[in-house]
């Protein structure tokens, strides 16, 4: 009689972004036991596991952006055969600015189990010594290389209100933080956070035109930019887009479908601006 193979299990795991006592028991755990580490640099992770004095008995595959689409099949296989693959980034947790998406994305849709084991995050750890609103915040990560690109990425986030969140080479810090200036003005305020949970750990906070004069010296490790939101402006009003309304109405849209049409886009009560439009025409 044939004994039925037990479905495996993917586990995404938080590595160490700097201090190594940072790694969890459940991540020592893992690295003991898994049947297969998918690791996005195969030397580092060895690196790691020697700082945690762990052997690591299972097989050691690469994962990383530039195959991990090749290695999707091959992992999915692996654990349908009934293996547990730990997957970790070089830093913090993978999937996030890190390979790891696509598998998880894969896994889903092959009914696959996935779970994670939580930890060090550079994202949140930036995030929470910015001295900037932390109830609402968007991650960026890294903005784009060529500088048509990243103006255009800015001048969309102009008027974003939730803190924000980047990641950065230090020889780009300088360009990067001319660009932000440049689109959210010199008052806007932020924080670089350098080297966080090691030895030299900084985190330097002011306006845009303040941490300017940072970034123009010599800056060297893992870099993480907060900044603040855009402060809010003033709440829209329906009596200022009537006309908007009437102008959909001449077009040959039905009053109500005009309305709704607007306080969608502008995102108004319909009921309010339905009666700014009535009393226009009183």
Known sequence: METQQTPGQIVLAATPIGNLSDASPRLIE??????????????????????????????????????????????LELVAGGATILVVSDA?????????????????????TVTAVPGPSA?????????????????????????GERTKRLQDL???????????????????????????GPDRKGAIAREL???????????LDELLVWAEGEVRGEIAVVIAGAPAGEP????????????????GLRLKEAVAAVAET??????????????ARA
């Open 30 to 75: 893992l690295m003991k036991s898994a049947d297969i580490v998918a690791a996005e640099d195969t030397r580092r992770f060895l690196h790691l596991a020697t700082g945690l004095g762990v052997r690591v008995p299972g097989r050691l595959i690469s994962y990383h952006e530039h195959n991990e689409t090749h290695r999707l099949t091959e992992l």
């Open 92 to 112: 913090g947790m993978p999937a996030v600015s890190d390979p790891g998406f696509k598998l998880v994305e894969a896994a889903v849709k092959a009914g696959v």
């Open 123 to 147: 994202v949140l750890t930036a995030l929470a010594l910015s001295g900037l609103p932390t109830d609402r915040f968007t991650f960026e990560g890294f903005l784009p290389r060529k500088a």
């Open 158 to 184: 102009a008027t974003e209100q939730r803190t924000m969140v980047f990641f950065e080479a230090p020889h780009r810090l300088d360009a990067m933080v001319r660009a932000l200036r440049e689109a959210f």
């Open 197 to 207: 949970t090691k030895m030299y750990e900084e985190v330097i906070r002011g306006s």
């Open 236 to 251: 829209a009003r329906a009596v200022d887009h009537v006309a908007q309304v009437q102008a959909l109405v001449t077009d």
């Open 266 to 279: 502008e995102r108004l009560s319909k009921r309010e601006l339905y009666a700014a439009v009535l009393e």
